[in-house]
C-alpha cells in the first residue's frame, strides 16, 4: 500500500515560470490538503480539496495560485508567474473522512 | 499570540534521557496530532488524540482537554530521536491543521 506521492521532489523555476506540484493521495483516501513550509517558518495550510471540489482555500494567496483535485489523476497545486518568495516546502496530505492525515515527502519548490 | 505554542522551541538531550515537549493551544479542537520532521524534511505522524494517552513503543502522547494541552514524551532517547517534533491541532470543521512552530531535538551519544 504505497503511501502519499508528490512529485517532483525538488523543483527550480526562474521568476516569471509557472510551478506544478502533484500529489498522488493514498489508495481508498478522497481527501487532500495541500501545506507550506516557508524557510525557518512553521507548516501552514493552503487548501483542502476532495475529488472535484475545493472545500476549503482559506489559506490560499489570493493570486497566482490554484488547486484542483480532478475526479481522475493526482492532486495538482500550480503557482502561476512564481516569484523568489514562493520558495518553500509544499507537502501535501490525504485521509478518510475525519481521520488520521498521512503526509507526503514534500517538494521543494526554488525560485531563481 | 499563536494558537499553538509549543515549548521548548530547541532541546538537547544526552542519550538515554527521558523527554518531554509540550503544546498549548488557544482554539476549540476535535483532535490534536503529533509529527515527526526528519533532517530530510519529511513529515510522518506519530499520533491523533482526542483524549487521554497513547504509547507506541518508547513514545507516549497525552492531552488534557479541560486544560488545552497536550505532552509528548519520548523515554530512553536515542540519537535517531534527534528531528523536529510538531504539534498540530484540528479545529475547524473542515479538518485543516493549524501548526505549532515546532521543536528542534538533538540527542547526542
Known amino acids: 500500500n504505497a503511501g502519499v506521492m508528490q512529485n517532483p521532489r525538488h523543483l527550480v523555476r526562474r521568476r516569471g515560470q509557472e510551478a506544478r506540484l502533484r500529489c498522488s493521495p493514498m489508495?481508498?483516501?478522497?481527501?487532500v490538503y495541500w501545506y507550506r513550509q516557508l524557510p525557518e517558518e512553521g507548516l501552514k495550510f493552503m487548501v483542502y480539496?476532495?475529488?472535484?471540489?475545493?472545500?476549503?482555500e482559506s489559506g490560499m494567496p489570493k493570486e497566482r495560485f490554484s488547486a484542483e483535485f480532478p475526479k481522475e489523476g493526482p492532486s495538482i497545486l500550480r503557482i502561476q508567474q512564481v516569484v523568489r518568495g514562493d520558495s518553500a516546502a509544499y507537502f501535501c496530505?490525504?485521509?478518510?473522512?475525519?481521520?488520521?492525515?498521512?503526509f507526503g515527502p514534500g517538494t521543494r519548490l526554488t525560485v531563481l | 499570540k499563536n494558537e499553538v505554542e509549543q515549548s521548548p522551541q530547541n532541546l538537547t538531550a544526552q542519550e538515554g534521557e527521558f523527554i518531554t515537549i509540550n503544546c498549548s493551544y488557544s482554539?476549540?479542537?476535535?483532535?490534536l496530532h503529533w509529527l515527526q520532521q526528519h533532517p530530510g524534511g519529511g513529515i510522518v505522524s506519530l499520533f491523533m488524540?482526542?483524549?487521554g494517552k497513547k504509547k507506541h513503543g518508547r513514545l507516549i502522547a497525552t492531552i488534557n482537554i479541560q486544560e488545552k494541552h497536550s505532552s509528548l514524551h519520548i523515554t530512553a532517547s536515542h540519537p535517531r530521536d534527534s528531528a523536529v517534533y510538531i504539534c498540530?491541532?484540528?479545529?475547524?470543521?473542515?479538518?485543516?491543521?493549524?501548526f505549532g512552530k515546532g521543536t528542534k531535538l538533538s540527542v547526542k551519544p
Open positions: 496530505a490525504s485521509s478518510l473522512v475525519r481521520n488520521e492525515q498521512f
Open positions: 489508495k481508498g483516501h478522497s481527501h
Open positions: 480539496l476532495q475529488k472535484e471540489n475545493i472545500i476549503d
Open positions: 482554539v476549540g479542537i476535535s483532535a
Open positions: 488524540l482526542s483524549s
Open positions: 498540530a491541532v484540528d479545529g475547524g470543521s473542515q479538518g485543516n491543521l493549524i
